[in-house]
């Protein structure tokens, strides 16, 4: 049973239309991602279901009961906010403590489920200290007890980990991640992070411009994008996008402005026979470019690239080259290639490209 | 490197004894009208004036307080306190209301402020006609209320400032761990602006302390507060220097005492490292 169900959902801010009507069921222990650029609506959507803002059209319910206008402390939910939220005055074991006193919890209840929050996130021996006492990833550690002391239903992340650094960042992902692999509750998590979203979530929402683009698996999402702003937004170096002709000489071909002719796969014939002739936008992504050697297996195609810039990051290289005018990246071996200026044979894996109509931005196949 | 370290103690000292200057010049007053208050009348009166009174005697104290002239000091507190909470508790929840939902649109908060600019002498003779009407003359409603109305817009400017700086996540945090809005602004709210609330407190304490003119026309003899019991002491012949002094000390001791213990509420920043960024 679907533990949030939200259906047709707008939300306005004066003129500013933030939630363009999104319909969303989220399953009982998922961990799911709302992910997008700033302003998409995702943090208005996680308010929302907060109770923090109302919604000015639609529903959203909780455990099948309508929550329009329920406030947010009888939602059972917790929540967990990006700039931690602590309350300087009180020290970390009060600041653990305060939903369960607003609550009116027995005083003799609290101590033990405080200690069992912090032992559970290794922040036991800073109870009696202040916020101003600690660090960023320790107030983020507090301000993930609080929820987790809760005992609440639902689990709300808005942007947790943005204020910490890189190394942080990674540490807590896994902690979030593990936290609720343990608690085993609903989590909904914002972020504009898409390596959180890929790493963290059951399930991404990919939201754009106050609606959702597309939902699904991380990996669905990856590798069966319905659009091009979904094969762009996910991945890192991001998709290169190169804008073509389908040719139809004998077998499915892709040209590109410049005459090369990348030869596409007899398995991808079905979906393009409408598109013969018809302007094309050809999505790769880095990591479907390699070095060619010797025989190239079935679907792949060489091109010989002039390499313009290289990018070392240990385990793999980025190269950039141009293809047909298009500044394309790939993803190679960290020792395929050590210079700009060198000329190499790539080999394009044509099974895997992504084909998007330019006028829709809709992936064709 | 010798010379430098010198200059700078020579600026030091300068900078030093400039302060000191400053400081025994305004104090000079303070410490005349104290000492006024222990001389007999003939020490008052000598020339050339006597710099500090031959003993220290309380006899101009024991007067005020045998005539119950005194109880004039108790009248400015009952005034002053009571105006005080009042303005502070109606103000802090309005300025809640006008940050939080921008109650009354963008400019009801200028509007309000606006009101504390009204010259008193410009209203103080309409008032004293309704007062005299609704039977509030010489009464403690009647000042306190009057007081309270000169004071809530300066509480609620000052407070909706404070309120503006709270960050709006933890009063967020605090609506989904539980809290209803009245818990919101008790346990979120009043200790995040806790120096902001207690400076508002002494401000608006001071000012009805201090304040002459609606008193003077408003009250008689039944709520008579210290600031009018003083001019009393104005004769057409002849001042009671004494009477003047040692009353004017039993005014200032309160404010000497509150300003002591809420000194440290003056200087702002409770709320440093309550969020990032």
Known sequence: ?365 | MNSLHGRRRIRLSLRLGAAVAITLFFLFPIYWLFMISFKTPDEIFSYPPKWYPGQLQLGNYAVLFKDGDATAVWHSLVVAGGSTLIAMFLGTICAYSLARFKTGGEHLANWIISQRMVPPIAVVFPIFLLYVWLGWVDTYVGVILLYTAFNLPYVIWMMRGYILDIPLALEDSALVDGCTRWQVIWRVVFPMCRAGLFATAIFTFVFAWNEFLFALVLTRTEVVTYTVQVTFYFGGQSNFWAKISAMSVLGTLPIFIVVAFMQRYLVRGISLGAVKG
């Open chain 1, 1 to 365: 049973m679907a533990d949030l169900k939200i259906t047709g959902l707008h939300k306005y801010y004066g003129s500013v239309h933030a939630v363009k009507g999104v319909d969303l069921e989220i399953p009982a222990g998922e961990f799911t991602v709302l992910v997008g650029q700033s302003g998409c609506g995702k943090s208005t959507l996680l308010r929302t279901i907060a109770g923090l803002e109302d919604a000015d059209q639609g529903n959203i319910e909780i455990g099948g009961e309508l929550m329009n206008h329920v406030l947010p402390r009888d939602r059972d939910i917790a929540m967990v906010f990006q700039n931690y939220a602590l309350y300087p005055y009180l020290t970390v074991f009060d600041n653990i403590a305060f939903g369960l006193r607003a609550r009116k919890t027995p005083a003799a209840e609290i101590e033990p489920k405080v200690r069992r929050a912090a032992q559970m996130l290794a922040i036991e021996p800073l109870l009696g200290r202040y916020p101003r006492q600690l660090s960023g990833g320790q107030l983020q550690r507090v301000a993930i007890g609080r929820a987790v002391v809760r005992n609440a239903r639902m689990y709300l992340f808005d942007e947790p980990l943005s204020n910490l650094d890189a190394q942080l960042r990674d540490e807590m992902r896994g902690e979030i991640k593990r936290l609720h692999q343990e608690l085993g509750k609903t989590m909904i998590y914002v972020t504009h992070d898409q390596i959180e979203a890929m790493t963290m979530a059951d399930r991404i929402v990919l939201l754009r411009d106050g609606k959702i683009e597309q939902a699904g698996a991380p990996l669905d999402l990856y590798e069966r994008p319905a659009t091009r702003y979904v094969a762009g937004f996910l991945g890192s170096p991001a998709m290169n996008f190169v804008p073509a002709q389908l040719q139809d000489s004998g077998a499915l071909a892709v040209q590109l402005a410049d005459g090369t002719l990348l030869a596409l796969p007899a398995s991808r014939n079905d979906k393009l026979a409408g598109w013969r002739g018809q302007p094309i936008t050809l999505g790769v992504r880095p990591e479907h470019i390699t070095r060619a050697s010797g025989e190239l297996r079935q679907g792949l195609v060489r091109h010989t690239a002039l390499i313009e810039l290289v990018q070392p990051t240990g385990s793999r290289t980025y190269a950039t080259f141009r293809l047909s005018g298009a500044e394309v990246v790939a993803e190679l071996q960290a020792h395929d290639v050590s210079q700009p200026g060198e000329t190499i044979e790539l080999a394009i894996d044509m099974n895997r490209v992504v084909l998007i109509d330019p006028a829709t931005e809709l992936v064709v196949s």
